[in-house]
């Protein structure tokens, strides 16, 4: 079982959709980060987690330490939002493991 | 400020031929990262380094891959012989604080 997984993989939605992403993990971690990639770009890191909820503009990521389990979510999507969504954990020594992603397409 | 400047950006070069990728973190970052990422798949870790000491190489295949972060600033990531299967975004990344800061990436294609 991988440590962390991330759903869906793919999805695509309609502007102005409210949009989550899922990320759940088996190991115990120190924090959480959301990463933004867009396609040919380079990572941004949107949030750092380790406990409750934060917002930044349209995003909101939430995490639940009990069970194990972060969600990201996007208000009024809009196509610009399209990319790579990864979560990655930061666990002991600061090593990091990194979810597959979520392939998100918002469609006009 | 600026963020982590990576060069070059693209990089074509016929297999057995040398490579060598340069990373400048942010000011103040001692700690540094080296990842790959093949098309569609997530960041794999190849080296941590914490000011100028390497913490975790375990994943950096060492027979080919060479790296170094020389007076705990600036980094070089080598490979040599580069072989088809290294083709993919090489991605630096400095942290503190925990928080991630990452470059635009290195995209090496190997013909």
């Known amino acids: 079982k991988n440590e962390v997984e991330q759903s869906p993989q793919n999805l695509t939605a309609q502007e102005g959709e409210f949009i989550t992403i899922n990320c759940s993990y088996s190991?115990?971690?120190?924090?959480l980060h959301w990463l933004q990639q867009h396609p040919g770009g380079g990572i941004v890191s949107l949030f750092m987690?380790?406990?409750g909820k934060k917002k930044h503009g349209r995003l909101i990521a939430t995490i639940n330490i009990q069970e194990k389990h972060s969600s990201l979510h996007i208000t009024a999507s809009h196509p610009r939002d399209s990319a790579v969504y990864i979560c990655?954990?930061?666990?002991?020594?600061?090593?990091?493991?990194f979810g597959k992603g979520t392939h998100l397409i918002i469609q006009p | 400020e600026a963020g982590v400047v990576q060069s070059p950006r693209y990089k074509i070069i016929e297999k057995k031929q040398p490579v060598a990728f340069w990373c400048n973190p942010i000011?103040?970052?001692?700690?540094l990262y080296w990842y790959r990422q093949n098309l569609g798949q997530g960041p794999e870790l190849l080296i941590r380094?914490?000011?100028?000491?390497?913490?975790?190489d375990s994943q950096l295949p060492k027979d080919r891959f060479s790296a170094e972060r020389l007076k705990g600033v600036d980094s070089t990531l080598k490979i040599q012989p580069a072989e088809l299967g290294d083709s993919a975004v090489y991605l630096c990344?400095?942290?503190?604080?925990?928080?991630?800061?990452f470059g635009e990436g290195s995209r090496l294609t190997v013909l």
């Open positions: 380094y914490e000011n100028e000491e390497a913490v975790d």
């Open positions: 987690l380790s406990s």
């Open positions: 190991v115990g971690i120190s924090a």
């Open positions: 000011s103040g970052h001692n700690t």
């Open positions: 990655a954990l930061r666990g002991g020594a600061d090593g990091l493991t």
């Open positions: 990344a400095s942290s503190f604080g925990g928080e991630l800061f």
